[in-house]
């Protein structure tokens, strides 16, 4: 894996200064990506996932909220660029409750793409745009019950209705990794009968629509924009179509920089991005020192 410079030796009080703190991205476009942020901003797209990288991952996702010096950081950073979006597999008001993201001052030009893009909340309007279910979500819905007690799922596996899809989680199980494993296969089953795809994740198994990524979400709200360049950060397997898309951006003309908020159970974001932080804390810090040298 390439070497990184990170941000985890920043002190850990919040108000000491950071502006000087900028890492260096490990790659010769990550660093032209931040070039070109930090020249220009205001034509600049900053993009984030939420758990795991605007939020600690948590045992409940349900107790899942921004890191507290998350919102700060936003509204420092956001009204110097042209947007900041949040992407995330959640449905967008949930992200927007756990995030806290209404009304705050700074971010009243922020969007949340929830569902991996099938959903919008945007911060003006703080309305919802979501499309109609899928069909397939309701037969699974009535179906994954008796598909997880035939698999003997274990005892603190819980099922997250999404409404666009369902999360099945091994985090609180007796042994996570071992029942994510034996229900990946019935659970692609189940899925694919249905019309679905799964979306593996930390230690959680998503079943959804096919369609849409946070790949297609994040290409299609940059030429929305118009974006000149573009900063990714996220932390799971799901983000990596939209790693793959800043990377085929890149190769088009727009600058862009990956982030990846570093764990130790997913290691595939780091081995490809530009910039390592340690986690949700270590994305905040590094917002913060691009807010403090962006214009």
Partial sequence: MASHKDLTDAPDDPTDDVTDDLPT?????????????????????????????????????????????????????????????VVTGRPADVAVRYGGF??????????????????RWDAVSGEVIAPDPHPGVAAVRAELPGVLAAHHAAT????EDKGHALAVHTRRASDPQGTFDAL??????????????VEPGRMVLELRPPGMDKGVALTEYVRELGAESVLYAGDDLGDL?????????RTNGTPGLLVCSGSEEVTELADRADIVVNGPEGVVRLLRAIASQAG
Wanted: proline share 11%.
């Fill in 184 to 197: 990946r296969a019935p659970l692609t089953d189940l899925a694919t009968r249905n019309g679905l795809i």
């Fill in 102 to 119: 209404a009304g705050v001052p700074g971010l009243e030009h922020l969007v949340v793409l929830g569902h991996y893009g099938a959903e």
């Fill in 156 to 159: 603190g596996t819980w099922t």
């Fill in 25 to 85: 991205p490990s790659t010769p476009s990550g660093r032209e990506g931040l070039a070109a942020l930090l020249a220009r901003p205001a034509r600049a797209l900053i993009a984030l996932d939420f758990d795991g990288t605007l939020a600690p991952i948590v045992p409940d996702p349900e107790q899942s909220r921004a890191h507290p010096d998350a919102l700060p950081a936003l509204a420092a950073l956001a009204p110097k660029v042209a947007a900041v979006a």
């Fill in 241 to 249: 179509p939209a790693y793959a898309a800043l990377e085929k951006l």
